[in-house]
């Protein structure tokens, strides 16, 4: 699977015109990822984007393992499991999605982000990433 960022062309738009931009990205991601599967691949669970508001880099990733973070997200991952099933920390969207975005050298200060499911809605945070998305990244989108 191909994770990672593309520069596209900025301009100043509301949050729900730019959620609604995000949303298209991420749906055009989950597409991609989709086509990319071999047989018996499972599609991931969820999807995010970002946007660095300064650059226009777009940033994405998907769910997938918890390991191979930038430690800009991994010093802010919950120690333990904030889910009842004890799902680790930084197996979501979004902790992998911010980790190439701080690889690519962004500020995590400038993103807005979106998450969304494998149908391309969205995706409410988990209590893992509710403990340090909201005051790492410049705006969550889908809540």
Not at 27 to 54: Q, T, Y
């Amino acid at each position: 699977m191909l994770a990672g960022a593309t520069s596209v062309l900025v301009h100043n738009c509301g949050d729900a015109e730019l959620q609604s931009e995000l949303t298209q990205l991420g749906k055009a991601r989950i597409e991609e990822v989709k086509g990319s599967l071999s047989e018996g691949e499972i599609l991931p669970g969820a999807f995010s984007v970002g946007r660095d508001r300064n650059t226009g880099m777009t940033y994405y990733d998907e769910s997938g393992p918890a390991t191979g973070h930038h430690a800009g997200v991994t010093s802010r991952l919950p120690g333990e499991s904030q889910l009842p099933n004890g799902r680790p920390p930084g197996v979501c969207a979004g902790a992998r999605m911010c980790t190439n975005a701080l690889n690519d050298g962004a500020s995590l200060q400038d993103l807005d982000i979106i998450t969304l499911n494998q149908k391309g809605k969205k995706f409410k945070m988990c209590p893992n990433c509710q403990v340090w998305v909201p005051g790492a990244v410049r705006s969550v989108l889908t809540g």
